[in-house]
């Protein structure tokens, strides 16, 4: 039987193709095979990145250089900008690491915005700031660039921005908005299996974690800077994980980076319109809905759990049926990776047919 297919906002669906750079024979991570491997991904990376700087690779998931992130960069006070599940959590991590963290909290839905970062950041004291550009648990994308201006008149603070669910869906500039630690993981956006992590570091982030003490050894800046020099990593890499993502790089390359933000842009587009069509609601304000999934508003009283139910047993499809708080009363459709306008109709027809009962 084929598996169900994932329209769950990550891990997402992985295409044959990736799965199969993925199954390749292993090298070692020493060898100079790897070292070309690993050089030979940078360019992509960085244009993806909008960086000069090397992109550093993390055997982990996205959480790893998020707590990272804290752990390197702060020494005084970070600002947590919070409105859903995953940024709210960053302010607990920031607390287990023995940090010194004040929120910058919303409610879920409500975008992050410049005025009340740059409110929060003038009271002084912050040396980091974090932010989640695309909060996957509501579909709530806060303006990142306008924020980044704000943080920019701030030079003492690090900018942090986790692009888990929005990285090369829609563009985001990291030298030019002078984001410190870019960071994404590959089981959403990049639609490859969950396990690495992709991040790039300003000068101003390396610079900060030469003066921070408990830096740890695994997510130690500075190891993966000295390792990057020579085309490597601090320890065992996931090396199946670059491989695919070696692949998933030739295909984001061979669409075309402007192609791609294009079709994600199309495939929200024609989810917004269903929503629309059935009476539905999106969860956030349009102006602030993500472009990588939708989080509707189930303001039609549906029963979210059975119709998540009936469309895996009847289409085998997942989505997902609301996280955490906001369970049932929304629901989530991802429209990452691979999707393309026709698959995303094949998932709305198949809800269209779960409605109708
Ligand atoms: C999923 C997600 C994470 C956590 O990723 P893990 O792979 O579980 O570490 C962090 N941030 C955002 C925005 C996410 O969507």
């Known amino acids: 039987m084929s598996h169900a297919k994932l329209f769950i906002p990550g891990p997402v669906e992985v295409s044959a193709k990736t799965f199969e750079a993925f199954c390749r024979p292993m090298i070692g991570h020493r060898s100079q095979d790897f070292k070309n491997l ?3 991904l940078q360019p992509s990376l960085q244009e993806l990145f909008y960086t000069k700087q090397p992109v550093y690779l993390s055997t982990s998931s996205a959480w790893g250089v998020m707590e990272a992130a804290i752990r390197n960069l702060v020494a005084k006070k970070v600002l947590v900008c919070m409105n859903g ?15 010194a963290a004040e929120k910058c909290q919303v409610e879920w839905g ?8 740059k409110e929060k950041l003038a009271q002084g004291g912050f040396d980091a700031l974090t932010m989640i550009h695309n909060e ?5 994308m806060s ?6 201006e704000v943080v920019r008149s701030f030079p003492d603070v690090c900018m942090i921005v986790d692009t888990v669910s929005s990285f090369s869906a829609v563009p985001i500039k990291m030298d030019e908005w002078g984001i410190d630690v870019l960071l994404t993981g590959s089981q959403k956006a990049m639609a490859m299996p969950p396990g690495l992590a992709l991040f790039a570091l300003s000068q101003k982030a390396l610079d900060r974690a030469a003066t921070v003490k408990d830096r740890g050894y695994y997510f130690d800046f500075l190891e993966f800077q000295k390792n990057g020099a020579e085309s490597m990593t601090p320890s065992t890499p996931s090396i199946a994980h670059i491989y695919a993502l070696k692949s998933k790089l030739e295909d984001i390359f061979a669409e075309g980076v402007e192609n791609r933000y294009r079709r994600h842009d199309e ?18 304000d349009e102006k602030f809905a993500s472009k990588s999934l939708t989080c509707v508003k189930n303001n039609k009283n549906l029963d979210v759990a059975a119709m998540v ?3 895996k047993q009847k289409h085998n499809f997942l989505i997902d049926g609301g996280y955490g708080k906001i369970r049932g009363t929304t629901f989530r459709l991802s429209n990452m990776g ?3 306008p026709a698959t995303m109709r094949e998932l709305l027809a198949a809800l269209d047919d779960v409605l109708a009962g």
């Open 38 to 40: 690993y050089a030979g």
């Open 85 to 99: 599940a995953f940024s709210d959590k960053w302010y607990d991590v920031a607390i287990k690491c023995g940090k």
């Open 110 to 117: 409500q975008p992050i915005t410049a005025a009340i970062v």
């Open 136 to 140: 996957t648990s509501t579909g709530t």
């Open 143 to 148: 303006p990142l660039a306008e924020i980044c």
């Open 267 to 284: 495939n929200n587009n024609i989810v917004r319109e269903w929503v629309r069509s059935k009476g539905l609601e999106l969860f956030p």
């Open 309 to 311: 139910k009936t469309l």
């Open 338 to 340: 691979d999707e393309t």
